[in-house]
């Protein structure tokens, strides 16, 4: 990727968790591992986010996403790998 598309910001919005079938908050600190504490952070409606990455627990993909601003959105519904991860998220912060 080139400087300009580089990951600023990802926000994070958790699902619900009514019906979890791996450790989402491991993908959490995964995330953190992947592109830094500056760069991960809980998603906030106030604020504006280069990615939304909302972990699903389950492949029903329905927790609440429309109150968020982001440029792209990427959806987490199983125990991904830091490389599933990478591939889809992209490349590392600035």
Known sequence: MTEDKKVKTIGVKFCGGCNPRYDRKAVYHRLIDLYGDDCVRLADPM???AILCVICGCPSKCAAFSAFCYDRIVWIDANETSERLLL??????E
């Open 88 to 93: 889809k998220i992209g490349n590392t912060p």
């Open 47 to 49: 604020r504006h986010d």
